[in-house]
């Protein structure tokens, strides 16, 4: 496997952007390379879907709240890495948590904890370190 060693967050609305610059901000101070996209799984789910197809990202950081699509949206749809970041926006946060876990077998999104953005970017770098060592 070998990988170029850039992230994608994706978000579905502007007001998850908090969330992302965090993750943004462990990426830079480790030197990966990492852009932020702002597509709705429900809103735009056919932008999102070229934006998958398209993308030169390695590893996919999809950060959701409520009912949670995005990040196994964006898994049923490659086969790269997907990291699911559960936000509070309801219930705290534990809707978002079971919809990203609960993933049927073959769409695997690895889950942190809820709001925990900057969990996800420290998973995707060592992620990228593996497909570096290879």
């Given at each position: 496997?070998?990988?170029?060693?850039k992230?994608?967050?994706?978000?579905?609305?502007?007001?998850?952007r908090?969330?992302?610059?965090?993750?943004a901000?462990?990426?830079?101070?480790?030197?990966?390379?990492h852009?932020?996209?702002?597509l709705?799984a429900?809103?735009?789910?056919k932008?999102?879907?070229?934006?998958?197809e398209?993308?030169?990202a390695?590893?996919?950081?999809a950060?959701?709240?409520?009912?949670?699509?995005?990040?196994?949206?964006i898994?049923?749809r490659?086969?790269?890495?997907?990291?699911?970041v559960?936000?509070?926006?309801?219930?705290?946060?534990l809707?978002?948590?079971?919809?990203?876990?609960?993933?049927?077998k073959?769409?695997?999104v690895?889950?942190v904890?809820?709001?925990?953005a900057?969990?996800?970017a420290?998973?995707?770098?060592?992620i990228?370190?593996?497909?570096?060592?290879?």
């Amino acid at each position: 496997m070998s990988c170029k060693g850039k992230v994608s967050i994706v978000i579905g609305s502007e007001r998850d952007r908090p969330h992302a610059e965090r993750a943004a901000a462990v990426l830079k101070e480790h030197g990966v390379e990492h852009e932020i996209v702002v597509l709705s799984a429900h809103r735009n789910p056919k932008e999102l879907e070229r934006y998958i197809e398209a993308s030169d990202a390695d590893v996919f950081v999809a950060m959701a709240g409520l009912a949670a699509h995005l990040p196994g949206f964006i898994a049923s749809r490659t086969q790269r890495p997907v990291i699911g970041v559960p936000l509070s926006v309801a219930l705290g946060g534990l809707d978002s948590l079971l919809s990203i876990v609960q993933m049927p077998k073959g769409v695997p999104v690895a889950t942190v904890g809820i709001d925990n953005a900057e969990n996800a970017a420290h998973l995707a770098i060592r992620i990228l370190k593996l497909c570096r060592q290879s």
